[in-house]
């Protein structure tokens, strides 16, 4: 018997979940339109993504209804819908994981709710007010310490100040 391709005929919500963001890619696009990249030139300069894979991606999370395109100023961006922003624990805790079970150079993105100012902690919550803020009430800025893979691309160096989440990036 052959090896499936993929997991829709597969009982299991964890199974079907990964149709839609599992493969490679998806969840750093993702990550990337939480910090307000909008355009897929942006999306691919930063990612370092061909042409071809990141259209395949887009069309699949439009298609899911993970991302909404739209046109602005007569450009198409790429914007989470309500399903994409409830991807966002997910997103926050697998790059908490990453940053304590990953061996790496590459320091921390820090987040910190918008309301009080304060961090938030590894589950998301904000010790200073007890509030678990969605993406749209935090701010993203670089944590402490030399980052020796520092990116150049516009992307990176808009990301180099605060900047809180889903708001379309200045690049």
Known sequence: MALGTGYDQQGCYLARALEVVGERWTLLIL?????????FTDLRDHLDISRAVLTARLDRLVADGVLTRELVDGHPEYVLTEAGRDLWPVVFSLSKWGEQHVVGRHPARVFSHADCGTDIDALGRC????TVPGPEDLVV?????????????????ALEQPHRLLTPLAV
């Not at 990337?32 to 355009?39: E, P, S, T």
């Not at 800025?141 to 160096?157: F, K």
């Open 127 to 130: 010790p200073g007010c007890g």
């Open 31 to 39: 990550r990337d339109c939480f910090y307000g990249v909008r355009r």
């Open 141 to 157: 800025r670089p944590g402490a310490g030399d980052n020796p893979l520092r990116r150049d691309d516009r992307v990176a160096r």
